[in-house]
């Protein structure tokens, strides 16, 4: 029979229920609710912000050649490496929010942050982790989707963009960064008045 702890109950024995154990991300409901309140955020101000879906490529590869234990330091690994290149990549910007999407994925939420500034740091974040040599010699890659905010639409819509991109990545060879399409404007040209001189 599953036994299932309340958070309260959670928190006394030790354990966060925001924070996945092996990577020390937040979790994805709470990822979730975050990103709830940038859309809130920036609706209101109009403050820019972007997220970022990062998969790490063939670990189940690694986990079959050798063992769950380095599929588990891998994941560890592009954690902390995730959070140093967008520090470093964004040292301006306000407290990144990373987590764990999936299995083998992570998503970010990037505050203040337009599409081009985080394509950037994703690609530094891409680098980092490709560079990065692992006990037994594993290396690892990751594949990046990228979207930013569009006022009004809801969350999803911002997610579901990033997972698009981020299949792109996969489909053109992995260990890539790919960005979301800007969406095209269907508005005519305005009329351009020309401006009289007055005496």
């Not at 925001?18 to 403050?47: C, K, V």
């Not at 140093?84 to 999407?101: C, K, Q, S």
């Not at 698009?164 to 009329?191: I, N």
Request: with cysteine; aromatic share 6%; glycine share 6%.
């Amino acid at each position: 029979m599953a036994i299932s702890l309340s958070g309260n109950e959670l928190e006394r024995a030790g354990i966060n229920p925001e924070l996945d154990p092996l990577t020390g991300a937040l979790t994805r409901q709470t990822f979730f609710l975050r990103l709830i309140d940038q859309t809130i955020l920036a609706n209101s101000t109009g403050q820019a912000f972007s997220v970022c879906l990062i998969d790490a490529d063939h670990l189940r590869n690694i986990n079959h050649l050798h063992g769950q234990r380095a599929g588990d330091e891998a994941l560890s690994q592009v954690t902390r490496r995730i959070r140093l290149a967008f520090a470093d990549a964004l040292p301006d910007t306000p407290e990144v929010v990373l987590a764990r999407y999936d299995g083998n994925g992570f998503v970010l939420l990037i505050p203040n942050c337009d599409l081009e500034q985080a394509c950037g740091a994703a690609e530094t974040c891409r680098r980092s982790i490709s560079a990065f040599e692992m006990s037994k010699g594993v290396r690892i890659t990751v594949s990046v989707g990228v979207s930013d905010y569009r006022l009004w639409e809801s969350a999803e819509e911002t997610l579901k963009r990033a997972e698009q991109a981020l299949h792109l990545a996969k489909q053109f060879g992995r260990d890539r960064v790919e960005m979301t399409a800007r969406p095209k404007s269907s508005a005519p040209a305005a009329e351009v008045i020309p401006l009289q001189r007055t005496a």
